[in-house]
Nanobody
Framework: QVQLVESGGGLVQAGGSLSVSCAASGRSFSLYGVNWFRQAPGKEREFVAYIDGSGSRTQYADSVKGRFTISRDNAKNTAYLQMNSLKREDTAIYYC?????WGQGTQVTVSS
């Protein structure tokens, strides 16, 4: 059984930066890509970013392109999402997804 644990969320002012992490238990972390999704209150869960198993290919939602950077360290079984120039509309619970597994989410709140 694989577990994904997100961490690093918190409260930040608009324009600030925050990094969230997703640590996976078990082996074979590099076999699959990692997705970050987010869900704001009253809204559906939406795709944020993707990185492939080797870390060589990434994709971003248009809303975060140029501000967020996804990365991974397969030796540490961990994926990261560096968020810069944060906006109030980035406020959401951020979830990581690997294969069929989801983390519990971490809250990111951006204040004005």
């Amino acid at each position: 059984q694989v577990q994904l644990v997100e961490s690093g969320g918190g409260l930040v002012q608009a324009g600030g930066s925050l990094s969230v992490s997703c640590a996976a238990s078990g082996r074979s972390f590099s076999l699959y890509g990692v997705n970050w999704f987010r869900q704001a209150p009253g809204k559906e869960r939406e795709f944020v970013a993707y990185i492939d198993g080797s870390g060589s290919r990434t994709q971003y939602a248009d809303s975060v392109k140029g501000r967020f950077t996804i990365s991974r360290d397969n030796a540490k079984n961990t994926a990261y999402l560096q968020m810069n120039s944060l906006k109030r509309e980035d406020t959401a619970i951020y979830y990581c997804n690997w294969s069929n597994y989801w983390g519990q989410g971490t809250q990111v709140t951006v204040s004005s």
